[in-house]
């Protein structure tokens, strides 16, 4: 079980794992820029270095994902916003490849109602360039793409998008996903059976592969089941609820990924007690695969 969060990252880095260990969480997330602003920060490379050693020696954190800016839009029509985008997407790699981190967690951004299927190319092209400009390193640190709430012209709002960005871009092993249960819920989609798990899991290994799912961001939910809204709730304090989490957080496939929490806290992120709530959560769901025998555990 590895339960994650989302910490500070601070100027140096190093103290986000410090935070992570403060909550107990075995994995962390961390912003390398300001998520609403488009100044990069900018790290000595010593800096990133020492970040790299720390994390591959430590005792208990096992990865370190970046999240993007917020800010980053590939979807859309405004060409200074595009080229800003993958600027942006471009220095968060390079920072998290120079970091060793384990994937840059990605929002795609919005087409604004102008369809799809109208800007697919644009946004392959701009994970093409961002990849290739952020330079390779020994371990490449993948773009993760992650499922959008459906907010609007959000991209990623299905796997039927998300599947075909992998496709467009010829299946490039330097794309990943991370899904979130609290998008997923708020998109409509179920997992709150085994049975259910099982079907969507199964969708994903069909559609994306299951070795694409590098991650997952464990949410509760503010708003109802096909809401289309993002609103993250504290775990078993929201409508999903820990019975309607454990069935996809405890099936084989996932039990064993960093699960990042990404939840309010008391206003200031995850706590402690945030971390112990998941692992909750996961020990319930493995209990319904060992209660449902091998079967249950079937992906395909």
């Known amino acids: 079980m590895n339960i994650g969060a989302h910490v500070r990252g601070g100027g140096t880095l190093i103290p986000s794992l410090d935070a992570g260990v403060a909550i107990g969480a075995t994995s962390i997330q961390v ?32 990865d370190t994902f970046c999240h993007a800016t917020y800010l980053i839009n590939l979807a859309t029509a405004d060409g200074e916003l595009y080229e800003k985008s993958v600027g942006a997407l471009t220095h968060n790699l390079r920072v998290g490849r120079a970091m060793g981190a384990s994937g840059v967690i990605l929002h795609v951004g919005s087409h604004k109602g102008a369809g799809f299927a109208e800007v697919v190319d644009q946004i392959v092209s701009g994970f093409a360039r961002a990849l290739d400009e952020a330079g390779a390193t020994d371990d490449q640190c993948p773009i993760l793409i992650e499922n959008a709430a459906g907010a609007g012209g959000t991209v990623g709002r299905s796997l039927d998008e998300i599947e075909a960005l992998i496709e467009a871009s010829g299946r490039d092993e330097r794309l990943g ?12 989609i179920d997992y709150s059976t085994p049975s259910a798990a099982r079907r969507f899991l199964r969708d994903v290994d069909q559609r994306i592969g299951l070795e694409r799912l590098r991650c997952l961001h464990l949410n509760d939910s503010k708003t109802a089941f ?26 084989p496939a996932v039990r064993t990924l960093p699960l990042l929490l990404e939840v309010p806290g008391d206003g200031d992120g995850p706590r402690d007690r945030d971390v112990a709530a998941a692992r909750v959560v996961v020990d319930r769901g493995v209990a319904l695969y060992r209660r449902g025998g091998a079967k249950s555990a079937e992906t395909k």
């Not at 078993?236 to 405890?250: K, N, S």
């Open 31 to 62: 912003f390398v820029q300001s998520p609403r602003m488009w100044k990069p920060s900018q790290y000595a490379p010593a800096v990133l270095d020492a970040f790299r050693e720390a994390q591959r020696t430590h005792p208990t954190i096992t």
């Open 177 to 188: 996903v991370c899904l979130d249960t609290q998008h997923l819920f708020a998109s409509g």
């Open 226 to 251: 096909g809401s289309n809204r993002d609103r993250h709730a504290n775990i078993d304090e929201g409508e999903i609820t820990a019975a309607g989490l454990a069935p996809l957080v405890g099936h």
